[in-house]
């Protein structure tokens, strides 16, 4: 069977630095920091007491009251992202059958805040007033299922949870789902609300976290030598997938070309990578593969880059692993030095940077970038953006678990 090619015809954003794509692309060339003290709940007995949270949402904006109440706020962000990718794709889904558009969009953590206040509720009051919308506002799957529901949309419908990996591994599932003839069109990526009291203490408490209170936008540094965790960050990147065929024939603006997904097991721990990035590194190979592509081909990589001593490390020896003598030449940036880790949706603000990073010509800096670290010695894109070709690009995303995902985007030729 001939596999369908599949490009980018419609990007949607959620960010710590930008509701928009405009904004938040902007923000990234800007090396703008998305941190500051987290305003939503009281972090006095916390050791962390920053994030990367998404500032002046308004729901009023975007969904009458009563469904603004029913929607956790995941959910709120995927909605509202996945409507801009489908307007910036200029699909008329009027004048499609939208038995053959699906949405693939997961969320590592669900609706954490809404399991909170529910557990509450049960502890201080009893069984019998617990919500009714309890479940329906906390499962992950609410995303994609919510996003449908709101846009019409009748193909194929799923939801993937797996971490940090979550968004990387939609694209990458929602890219094979159209290379195969079972969709004409895709909207997926992944949102994240998790910057909640149970949230914070559960990273904080296993040493994840950055814990630089009197520095929160100097605080995630990836690739630094003094790098002391991630900063949590929250929101929602949405991508419009197309068959290339049907995108040419409506004639759409196409961004890029998806070509290439790998997807690998750690098999090794729950929460540290494996030695030497081996799975990250077969994770990035395979997506090569799939892509026909050579290493010496890619122009960047857009990295997991989390800040966190362990990841960082493993990842720079994944990628020496797969390109060789050409790892040398590649501009390696980390969006989470702005943006900070939006664990299930990272992989989807990340995709987005890449496709802009193609369509542009530019690549976004890694900020905080001050002290080498000898065991980190690629070319990280420190504090300044990059203007160059780029003619393809790897995504990374390493969750939790072991789970690996690299997609391949490449300049639409």
Request: net charge negative.
């Amino acid at each position: 069977m001939t596999k369908k090619r599949v490009v980018i015809t419609g990007l949607g954003a959620v960010t710590p630095i930008g509701l928009d794509v405009p904004t938040y692309w902007e923000g990234l060339l800007a090396g703008r920091s998305g941190a500051g003290e987290i305003t939503s709940f009281d972090t006095s007995q916390h050791k962390t007491k920053f994030a990367c949270q998404v500032k002046d949402w308004d729901p009023s904006l975007h969904f009458d009251r009563k469904d603004a109440r029913k929607l956790e706020t995941f959910v709120q962000f995927a909605i509202v992202a996945a409507r801009q990718a489908v307007e910036d794709s200029g699909l008329d889904l009027d004048n499609e059958d939208r038995t053959k558009i699906g949405v693939l969009v997961g969320s590592g953590i669900g609706g954490l805040g809404v399991m909170e206040e529910q557990s509450l509720v049960l502890h201080n009051q009893g069984p019998g007033r617990v919500s009714p919308f309890l479940i329906p506002r906390l499962i992950s799957n609410m995303a994609p299922g919510q996003i449908s529901i709101s846009l019409g949309l009748k193909g194929p419908n799923s939801c993937v949870v797996t971490a940090c990996a979550t968004a990387t591994h939609a694209l990458g599932d929602a890219f094979k789902i159209i290379q195969r003839g079972d969709a004409i069109a895709m909207v997926a990526g992944g949102t994240e609300s998790a910057i909640t009291p149970l949230g914070v203490a559960g990273f904080e408490n296993m040493k994840a976290l950055s814990s630089r209170n009197d520095d929160p936008q100097g605080a995630s540094r990836p690739f630094d030598k003094d790098r002391d965790g991630f900063v949590m960050g929250e929101g929602a990147g949405i991508l419009l997938l197309e068959e290339y065929e049907h995108a040419k024939a409506r004639g759409a603006r196409i961004y890029a070309e998806f070509a290439g997904y790998g997807m690998t097991g750690d098999a090794f721990h729950i929460t540290a990578p494996a030695p030497e990035g081996e799975g990250a590194a077969r994770s990035m190979q395979m997506a090569l593969d799939d892509s026909g592509l050579k290493p010496e081909e890619i122009s960047h990589i857009n990295a997991h880059g989390t800040s966190t001593p362990m990841n960082d490390k493993n990842e720079s020896a994944a990628i020496k692993t797969v390109f060789g003598e050409h790892a040398a030449k590649l501009a390696i940036s980390s969006n989470k030095s702005m943006v900070g880790h939006l664990l299930g949706a990272a992989g989807g603000v990340e995709a987005i940077a890449s496709t802009l990073s193609i369509y542009n010509s530019v690549v976004p800096p890694t900020i905080n970038y001050t002290t080498p670290d000898p065991e980190c010695d690629l070319d990280y894109v420190p504090n300044e953006k990059r203007e160059m070709t780029v003619n393809a690009v790897v995504s990374n995303s390493l969750g939790f678990g072991g789970h690996n995902a690299s997609i391949l985007i490449r300049k639409l030729v």
